[in-house]
């Protein structure tokens, strides 16, 4: 039941209540020195909850020297796992061994803390190959299990059961197996996030994907498949953005009040040329996990930047208790000087669910 986000639904309507405002100058701090942090995910527990080590919530991030640009940090990307009380952030260190990942890098995915045993979960997503000597955009889909020590620092440990635990089939899902990409123009097959259905107790692995239709360039869909076992089924996609946009970015979903919010970000230079849309959080609702859907807000739009700082905000998290996590990404520099990349955790949002409305309020 593939629900279609179509150009036409983009057109704005009012939506003055969905801008977020701007980030005050000299308001944000790096978290850990020397590095870049951006997609910031929390490692929740079995209630669906951010997990907590001895009183500290625990979320990850990808990171890379802060030395690189923009566009290069998404070449040295690990994941690394943070703390947090209150307002100060810890430093735990590169989540995973080096050598471990079946990438030359680590992209986005989604963590599940078991309190009782301290085993933890990931899914994550491999960019390139392991020991590339020049990096490639294959992008594949990794489960891996370790345990976590509390401690300063914490740490994981014990690695196993590391597998690819989901492939592009080709029929619904183009494989990602480029060797050269340019950023939002690529193929792709990332950003696992797994999420229980409530109504029949089963779990979907929802993910961002291109479809494989050779006559269109812009193929982003949100991609879907349900566990069957230790098996991960490819089901149709949930949401089509064929003709519209490339990519759909960290796929996520909350039930709130029996109704199933889907997310994705995407930024306004992966849209059809001809299509004026901002980059922001889009998502759509259902009244049931498998749709079909229509868009919130009439046209998707559930977040976007101010228009003085339309890229200051990005990869956008919606949790359970409807808090919004992102991270700052291009600021205003000074007048005639280019955006500024910050690469760190940005003021957390909050949305207002009602039905199908959405609006944006600052925590």
Not at 29 to 36: P, S
Not at 112 to 128: D, H, I, P
Not at 186 to 205: C, H, K, L, N, S
Request: hydrophobic fraction near 40%; include cysteine; proline fraction near 7%.
């Amino acid at each position: 039941m593939t629900s279609s986000w179509t150009a036409s639904l983009l057109r704005s309507r009012g939506d003055t209540h969905t801008v977020i405002p701007a980030i005050p100058a000299g308001s944000l701090r790096q978290l850990v020195a020397g590095l870049h942090l951006w997609d910031f995910w929390p490692v929740y527990d079995a209630g669906g909850e951010v997990a907590t080590v001895d009183r500290r919530q625990l979320w990850m991030a990808l990171s890379a020297p802060d030395h690189l640009s923009r566009d290069q940090r998404h070449d040295r990307a690990r994941i690394r796992l943070l703390s947090v009380t209150g307002t100060m952030w810890r430093d735990e260190g590169n989540l995973l061994p080096d050598g471990f990942s079946a990438g030359s890098r680590e992209w986005s995915g989604c963590a599940f803390l078991n309190a009782r045993t301290g085993s933890l979960t990931l899914y994550y997503t491999a960019a390139g190959e392991r020991g590339e000597t020049a990096t490639t955009y294959r992008q594949r889909i990794f489960e891996a299990h370790g345990k976590l020590r509390p401690g300063t620092p914490i740490v994981t440990t014990d690695w196993t059961d590391h597998r690819e635990c989901l492939e592009a089939d080709g029929t619904w899902y183009r494989p990602a197996t480029e060797t050269k990409a340019a950023p939002g123009f690529m193929t792709a097959f990332r950003d696992p996030y797994i999420v229980a259905d409530p109504a029949g107790g089963e779990e979907y692995m929802l993910f961002a994907g291109s479809s494989p239709r050779e006559d269109e360039r812009y193929n982003g869909v949100v991609g879907v498949a349900r566990r069957a076992g230790s098996r991960w089924i490819p089901q149709p996609p949930l949401i089509s953005a064929v003709g519209v946009n490339m990519e759909l970015e960290r796929p996520h979903a909350i039930i709130f009040e029996g109704r199933y919010y889907l997310f994705w970000s995407t930024q306004s230079h992966t849209f059809h040329p001809r299509i004026d849309a901002p980059t922001g959080l889009y998502g759509m609702v259902a009244s049931a996990m498998m749709g079909p859907y229509v868009p919130i807000n009439g046209n998707g739009l559930v977040m976007r930047n101010p228009s003085e700082a339309p890229s200051q905000t990005y990869a956008w998290q919606v949790l359970n208790d409807l808090s919004v996590v992102s991270f700052a990404d291009l600021l205003p520099g000074m007048p005639s000087a280019p955006p500024i990349f910050v690469g760190t955790i940005a003021p957390m949002m909050r949305l207002v669910l009602n039905g199908e409305r959405a609006t944006a309020q600052s925590l």
